[in-house]
C-alpha cells in the first residue's frame, strides 16, 4: 500500500494542497488548449463565410461514414477513460489497467481509420501543396477547404496521439500499482486531457464533414 | 478547493449513451434540407454534447466554481475571438 | 560571487557552487537569476539594434546600412525585444524571485516547469538569433501576411520557431504563477492583503495564458503557408490577409498589457514604500488590473482602422479602447494620490518608480489619440506610434523594471549598491528617453511613416534630437551594468530589510535561504500598513 | 533647413476637423500630464520625508466614504470625457469613409515597390497624381502583391491597399501645390522608395495637363479593347449564343443571386466575378464562366471595369 501514498513535493504543506494545484493546473492548460483550437475554428469560420459553396463542395467529397465511426469510437473512448478514473479511485488495479488498455486500443483504432481517411484524400488528389486537383469550380477555394481540413485534422490527431502514448505510460505505472484510492492524480488528469481532446472533435466533426449533406 | 466527489459509472454510461444518440441525431439532421438551419443545429448538438462530457465525464457538475470559471474562460475567448472577427468579415 | 559572506545558514546563492547545480535547480530564486542574466544578454542584443537603427536615420539618406539591412534591424529589434525581452522581463525574473516570497511559499507550485520554461525560452532565443546569424528576417515583427508569406525569403521560419517556442515558456510560467498564487498563500493571506505586485502577477499570468496560444496557433498556419505556399492569409487563393491581422492582434494587444501590468506592480510597491503610505485605493487598483487584462482582449482592432476593416467593427473596437483606458486612467490619480500626506524619500528604486509615472501617463494619453478614429487616420504606422508605444513599453515597462531591479536587488544579492550612481543613471534615462522618443510625437503627426530607412529632408532635425537622445539613454541603460557588478563584489552587505519595507519578501534574510522561510509566515495585516505599523521613519 | 514645421499643412477638407481632434487632444493631454506633474513635486516638497507637515489623516466610515467617492468621480470624468471624444472622432472617421457622389475616380495599382495610376481619361503615371484643385477625387485602389497602404499626410488620409480587394480613398483638394505621398503599410526592401508626389493644380492648369498627356485612349476604351482580347464579349456580348448575362447598365445595380442573396453591382462584384466566377452566380444563370485569374491583371481588370461602367446607358457595348 506504501506505493499508492501520493508524494508530496517540498513546497506543498499536504497532499490535499498538491491535488489541487495539480487540478487547476490542469484546467488552465485545458483552457489554453481550447484557445490554441480556437485559432483553426475561426480561420475556418471566416474562411466558409467568404467562400460557403467551396466549403460545401469540399466537405462532401470527406468520407462521412468512416468520421462518424471515428466519433463514436471517440466518444465510447471517453467512456472507457472515464470508467478507469472510476476504478483508480476504487482501488480496483486490474480494472484501471483493463479500461486504460481499452481506452489506448480505441484511441489506436481512431488514428489507424484517420490515416485510412487521408490515404483515401491522397490517391483522390486531395491533398493541398502536395497533389490537389478538382474538376469544378472554385478549385482554389475547394484547396482551402482541404487545408484546413488536413491542419485540423492533423492537430487534433496529434493530440489523440498524444494521450494515447500518455495513457499507455499511465496504464504500465497502474500495473505496477502506482496508484491507488488515496492517490490517482496522473489517472484523473489525464482523463481531463482525453475527455477535452473529445470535446474539440465534436466540433470538428459537423464543421468539416456534415456541411451540406442535404 | 474540494474536486473529488466523481461520478458513478451508472452516470457515465447514462451520459455515453446520451452522445451517441445526439451523434446520430447531428448526423441525421445534416440530411434535412433546412439551409443555413443545419450548420445551427450541428452547432447547438455540438455545444450540448460538450457541456455533457464537461459536467459529467470531467465532472465539472461537482467541481470548484474556480474551475468552471477557468473553463468557462477557455471557451468564451473562443467565443470572443470568433465573434469580433466576424463582427468585421460580415459587416465590410 | 563566492566573497558573499555567509552567516550561519547558507542563501540560494550559496547552497551550491557548481554550474550543473544552476542547470538543474529547481529553486524560483535561482531560476530568475538564470532567466535575469539570459534576458540582459537579450536586452542588449536588441538595443544593438536600435542603435544602428538611431544612427541610421540621422541622415535622410541610409548611408550606414543597406534599406534590405535596414529592414531586418527592425525587425531583429522588435522580435527580440517583445518576446524575448519585455514579455518575459518582469514576470520572469522579479515575478519569479518574488511571488513564492511575497506569498510566504515555499517555492512555485511547480518548480519542473518552471525551470522548463526557462529552457523554452532559451531554445526560443536561440531560433530567433539563429536566424538573425542566418542573415536576419525583414517582415517587422508582425509578420504581416502575404508578405512573411508568399513574398519574403528570408528567414521567416526561424523566426517564428523561435517565437513560438518561447510562447510555450509563456504559457508555462502564466499557468504557474495563477495555480501558485491561488494555492499557496500563507496563512491570513487573504486576496485583498495581497501586494498590488501580486494581483500584477495574476493579471498577467491570465493574459498569458489566454492570448498565447492564439499566437503559437496564427504562427503555426505562417510557417504552414509559409512553407506550402497554400493557406487562409493569402488572397490569391481566395485567403484574407485581415483575417491574420485579427489573430495576430488578439495576441498582440494583450501582450501590451503583458509588458505593463507587472510595471504597474512594481511601481506600486515602490511608490508605497518610499513614500511610507498606503496605495491609495487599493482594491480599485487591484480591480484596474484586472479589468485591464479583460478589456485588453476586446479591443484588437484598434491595430486596423485604416486596414480595410468595416468602419462598423473600427467603431466597436475604438469604443471599448476609450473603456479600457479608464482603468489605467484611474492607476495614475492612485499613484499621485500615494504621495499625499506620505513620507517621501527619493532612493534610486523611487526616482525610477516616479518616472515610470511621469512617461506612462504621457505614452498613455497619446494612447487616445490614436483610439480616435478620424485622428487614427492621419496618425496610424507613423512615428507618432512609434514613439507612443514606446513611451508604454520603454518609458513605463522598462523603466519599472530597472526600478524593481534596484528595489530589490540588496535582497536578491544581499549586496548595496551606490544610491548616488543608481539616482544619476535614473535621471539620465528619464532625460535621454524623453529626449529620443518626444521628437518622435512631432514627426509622426508631420506624417513621416514607420519602417522608413529613407526620409524627405524636413524630418531631419526631429530624427537628429531623436539620435541624440538615443545615445544619452543608451549611457543610462549601461551605467547600472556597472555599478550593479561592482556591488555584487564591493557593496556593503545589504540588511533583510534596507528599506524598512512591508511584504513578507522583506522579512526573511538576504539573501533569503533555499527554502524561503524558517518557519510559514502568518499575515495579520493589510497590505501596504506603513502609516499603522510603528513609525519607521523617524 | 530654411524652418522648423512643428505641424503638417493643411489641404484636404477634411484636415481642419483632424486637426481640431489633434488640438484637443493635446491641450487636454498636457492640462492633465502638468496637472500630475505639478501634484507630485507639490507632494514631494511638502511631504519629504522628516518635513513638519501635518500629516493627521481622518479616519473612520465618513472617511472611507470620501474616498469611494473621490475613486468614482475620477472614474467617471474621464470616462465622459473619453466618450465625447469617441464621438468626435468616429464622426469625423464616418466622413472619410462615405466616399460623396459627385467623386472622380481615380484608379490606383500598388506593387512593390511603386504606384501605378490611370485616370479616367487613360492618362497614366507612377509615383505622381496630378489632381484638380477643390473637386472630389475617389482613388479606387487594390495591390498586385502584398499590402500597401495610401497615405496622404498634408490631406489627413490614409488607406491600406489590399491584394484581392478594392479599398477607396477620397479628398477634396483645397489648396494647389505639392503634398507627399507615402506607402505607410510596410510591403519590404524599398518600402521607404514607395513613395510620390500629389500634385494639387488649377483646374484650368489640371484640363491642360489631361490633354497634353500621352494617352492611347480612355480606360473606358482600353477596357472595352480587353474586353474583347479576352473573349469576354463572346459570351456578354450583343452576338452570343451562350446563356450568359448582359452586361449594359449593369454596374450600380442590385443582383439577384442563386442562393437567394442581393448583391451589389460593384468593382468588388465585378472583379470576384472574373476572378472567383462562381462565388457569386446570378441567379437563372448556369455557373459556367471560366476564372480569369492569372490571365487578367489588376490594371486591366480596373480598365474592363471602367468600361462596364461606361456602357451603363448605352443600349449596346463595344461600339468603337
Request: overall charge neutral; aromatic content about 14%; hydrophobic content about 50%.
Amino acid at each position: 500500500m506504501a506505493s499508492t501514498i501520493a508524494p508530496i513535493a517540498p513546497q506543498f504543506d499536504d497532499a490535499v494542497q498538491q491535488r489541487d494545484a495539480s487540478n487547476l493546473g490542469i484546467w488552465i492548460f485545458l483552457a489554453t488548449e481550447i484557445l490554441f483550437f480556437g485559432v483553426l475554428f475561426a480561420a475556418y469560420a471566416i474562411t466558409r463565410t467568404q467562400h460557403a459553396a467551396a466549403f460545401a463542395a469540399g466537405s462532401r467529397l470527406t468520407d462521412l461514414s468512416l468520421a462518424t465511426v471515428n466519433t463514436a469510437l471517440l466518444l465510447t473512448s471517453s467512456l472507457t477513460m472515464a470508467l478507469g478514473v472510476y476504478a483508480a479511485q476504487s482501488g480496483a488495479r486490474r480494472a484501471l489497467v483493463r479500461w486504460l488498455s481499452l481506452t489506448v486500443i480505441l484511441g489506436v483504432a481512431f488514428l489507424v481509420i484517420k490515416g485510412f481517411e487521408y490515404h483515401a484524400d491522397y490517391v483522390e488528389h486531395l491533398v493541398p501543396a502536395v497533389d490537389f486537383s478538382y474538376p469544378g469550380a472554385q478549385a482554389g477555394e475547394v484547396e482551402l477547404f482541404f487545408y484546413l481540413y488536413f491542419v485540423i485534422t492533423a492537430i487534433h490527431g496529434l493530440h489523440v496521439f498524444i494521450g494515447v502514448v500518455v495513457i499507455s505510460v499511465i496504464a504500465v505505472m497502474a500495473s505496477r500499482n502506482a496508484f491507488g484510492p488515496a492517490y490517482f492524480t496522473p489517472v484523473d488528469l489525464t482523463g481531463l486531457y482525453w475527455h477535452l481532446v473529445d470535446i474539440i472533435w465534436l466540433f470538428v466533426y459537423p464543421m468539416l464533414y456534415l456541411v451540406s449533406r442535404s | 478547493m474540494k474536486s473529488h466527489s466523481l461520478a458513478s459509472p451508472r452516470t457515465y454510461v447514462i451520459s455515453w449513451c446520451a452522445l451517441l444518440a445526439l451523434l446520430l441525431l447531428t448526423l441525421g439532421s445534416a440530411y434535412l434540407p433546412l439551409g443555413s438551419l443545419n450548420t445551427a443545429i450541428n452547432l447547438t448538438i455540438s455545444v450540448t454534447q460538450a457541456a455533457i462530457v464537461l459536467l459529467f465525464s470531467m465532472h465539472l457538475r461537482s467541481a470548484h466554481p474556480t474551475l468552471r470559471i477557468v473553463a468557462g474562460i477557455g471557451f468564451f475567448g473562443i467565443v470572443i475571438l470568433i465573434a469580433l472577427s466576424l463582427s468585421d468579415v460580415l459587416t465590410r | 560571487m563566492s566573497s558573499i559572506s555567509v552567516a550561519q545558514h547558507d542563501n540560494y546563492l550559496t547552497a551550491d557552487f557548481r554550474l550543473w547545480s544552476w542547470l538543474i535547480t529547481l529553486d524560483h530564486k535561482r531560476i530568475a537569476v538564470l532567466y535575469t542574466v539570459s534576458i540582459t544578454l537579450l536586452f542588449f542584443i536588441g538595443g544593438a539594434a536600435a542603435a544602428m537603427i538611431r544612427l541610421d536615420l540621422l541622415t535622410p539618406y541610409s548611408e550606414l546600412v543597406s534599406i534590405e539591412t535596414y529592414n531586418k534591424l527592425f525587425t531583429m529589434h522588435g522580435v527580440i525585444m517583445v518576446w524575448f525581452f519585455l514579455i518575459p522581463s518582469i514576470p520572469t525574473t522579479l515575478g519569479n524571485f518574488l511571488l513564492p516570497l511575497m506569498i510566504g511559499a515555499r517555492d512555485l507550485a511547480f518548480p519542473r516547469l518552471n525551470l522548463l520554461s526557462w529552457y523554452l525560452y532559451v531554445i526560443g532565443a536561440l531560433f530567433a538569433i539563429e536566424s538573425l546569424i542566418a542573415g536576419g528576417v525583414d517582415t517587422g515583427w508582425t509578420f504581416y501576411t502575404p508578405f512573411s508569406t508568399m513574398f519574403s525569403n528570408t528567414h521567416v521560419f526561424a523566426a517564428v520557431t523561435g517565437v513560438f517556442i518561447a510562447g510555450f515558456s509563456s504559457i508555462l510560467t502564466g499557468l504557474n504563477f495563477i495555480v501558485t498564487i491561488h494555492e499557496m498563500r500563507a496563512p491570513g493571506l487573504t486576496w485583498f492583503r495581497l501586494p498590488l505586485f501580486i494581483w500584477a502577477m495574476y493579471a498577467t499570468s491570465l493574459i498569458l495564458v489566454l492570448a498565447t496560444p492564439v499566437l503559437a496557433m496564427t504562427l503555426v498556419l505562417i510557417a504552414v503557408e509559409h512553407f506550402f505556399h497554400i493557406g487562409v492569409f493569402d488572397p490569391a487563393l481566395g485567403g484574407d490577409p485581415l483575417l491574420f491581422q485579427h489573430l495576430f492582434w488578439f495576441y498582440s494587444h494583450p501582450a501590451v498589457y503583458i509588458m505593463i501590468v507587472p510595471a504597474m506592480g512594481v511601481a506600486s510597491e515602490i511608490i508605497g514604500c518610499f513614500a511610507r503610505n498606503r496605495i491609495f485605493g487599493y482594491r480599485f487598483m487591484a480591480y484596474a488590473m484586472l479589468a485591464i487584462a479583460g478589456f485588453g482582449f476586446v479591443v484588437w482592432g484598434h491595430h486596423m482602422f485604416v486596414s480595410g476593416q468595416s468602419a462598423y467593427a473600427g467603431t466597436v473596437f475604438s469604443l471599448l479602447t476609450f473603456l479600457v483606458s479608464v482603468p489605467s486612467a484611474i492607476k495614475v490619480f492612485n499613484w499621485t494620490a500615494t504621495l499625499y500626506k506620505g513620507h517621501i524619500s527619493f532612493e534610486a528604486p523611487m526616482l525610477y518608480a516616479l518616472g515610470f509615472l511621469g512617461l506612462f501617463t504621457i505614452g498613455g494619453l497619446t494612447g487616445l489619440f490614436l483610439a480616435s478614429l478620424g485622428l487614427d487616420i492621419q496618425l496610424h504606422d507613423t512615428y507618432f506610434v512609434v514613439a507612443h508605444f514606446h513611451y508604454i513599453m520603454v518609458g513605463g515597462a522598462v523603466m519599472a523594471f530597472f526600478g524593481g531591479i534596484h528595489f530589490w536587488w540588496p535582497k536578491a544579492t544581499g549586496r548595496m549598491y551606490s544610491d548616488a550612481w543608481a539616482r544619476l543613471a535614473a535621471i539620465i534615462t528619464f532625460v535621454g528617453f524623453n529626449l529620443t522618443f518626444f521628437p518622435q510625437f512631432i514627426v509622426g503627426y508631420l506624417g513621416m511613416p514607420r519602417r522608413y530607412p529613407e526620409y524627405p529632408p524636413e524630418f531631419q532635425i526631429w530624427n537628429v534630437l531623436s539620435s541624440a537622445g538615443a545615445v544619452i539613454l543608451a549611457l543610462g541603460y549601461a551605467l547600472p551594468l556597472f555599478y550593479l557588478f561592482w556591488s555584487l563584489r564591493n557593496g556593503p552587505a545589504a540588511p533583510s530589510n534596507p528599506w524598512k519595507a512591508k511584504g513578507l519578501e522583506w522579512q526573511t534574510s538576504s539573501p533569503p535561504l533555499p527554502e524561503n522561510f524558517l518557519r510559514t509566515p502568518v499575515v495579520a495585516e493589510e497590505p501596504y500598513s506603513y502609516s499603522t505599523g510603528g513609525s519607521t521613519d523617524g | 533647413m530654411d524652418h522648423v514645421e512643428f505641424f503638417p499643412a493643411a489641404a484636404s477638407t477634411v484636415a481642419g476637423t483632424i486637426d481640431d481632434i489633434y488640438f484637443v487632444w493635446l491641450a487636454l493631454s498636457a492640462a492633465i500630464t502638468i496637472a500630475i506633474a505639478a501634484l507630485v513635486v507639490i507632494f514631494a516638497i511638502k511631504y519629504r520625508h522628516g518635513s513638519k507637515a501635518d500629516r493627521n489623516v481622518a479616519s473612520g466610515e465618513h472617511y472611507e466614504h470620501t474616498l469611494h467617492r473621490i475613486e468614482i468621480t475620477w472614474t467617471l470624468v474621464p470616462l465622459i470625457i473619453f466618450l465625447a471624444m469617441f464621438l468626435w472622432s468616429a464622426n469625423a472617421y464616418y466622413q472619410s469613409a462615405a466616399v460623396p457622389n459627385d467623386a472622380v475616380p481615380v484608379y490606383v495599382v500598388g506593387k512593390q515597390w511603386m504606384w501605378h495610376i490611370e485616370h479616367q481619361g487613360g492618362q497614366r503615371e507612377i509615383g505622381e497624381l496630378h489632381i484638380p484643385v477643390g473637386r472630389t477625387i475617389a482613388l479606387v485602389m487594390t495591390s498586385q502583391d502584398v499590402i500597401h497602404s495610401f497615405s496622404v499626410p498634408g490631406f489627413r488620409v490614409k488607406q491600406d491597399v489590399l491584394p484581392g480587394r478594392y479599398t477607396t480613398l477620397w479628398f477634396k483638394a483645397t489648396r494647389t501645390g505639392d503634398f507627399r505621398w507615402f506607402c505607410t503599410q510596410y510591403c519590404g526592401a524599398a518600402h521607404s522608395r514607395m513613395i510620390g508626389r500629389v500634385l494639387v493644380m488649377e483646374p484650368d492648369d489640371f484640363e491642360r495637363w489631361l490633354a497634353l498627356s500621352d494617352t492611347a485612349g480612355s480606360m473606358a476604351a482600353k477596357g472595352a479593347a480587353r474586353f474583347r482580347q479576352f473573349g469576354c464579349s463572346g459570351c456578354h456580348g450583343p452576338s452570343a449564343n451562350v446563356h450568359a448575362p448582359r452586361l449594359e447598365g449593369l454596374f450600380g445595380k442590385p443582383v439577384q443571386l442563386q442562393d437567394g442573396r442581393t448583391v451589389l453591382a460593384d468593382e468588388r462584384f465585378i472583379r470576384d466575378s472574373v476572378f472567383l466566377p462562381n462565388k457569386e452566380v446570378p441567379a437563372n444563370y448556369e455557373p459556367i464562366m471560366p476564372s480569369f485569374r492569372g490571365q487578367i491583371d489588376e490594371e486591366q481588370m480596373l480598365e474592363i471595369i471602367e468600361y462596364l461602367k461606361s456602357i451603363e446607358n448605352v443600349p449596346q457595348g463595344g461600339q468603337r
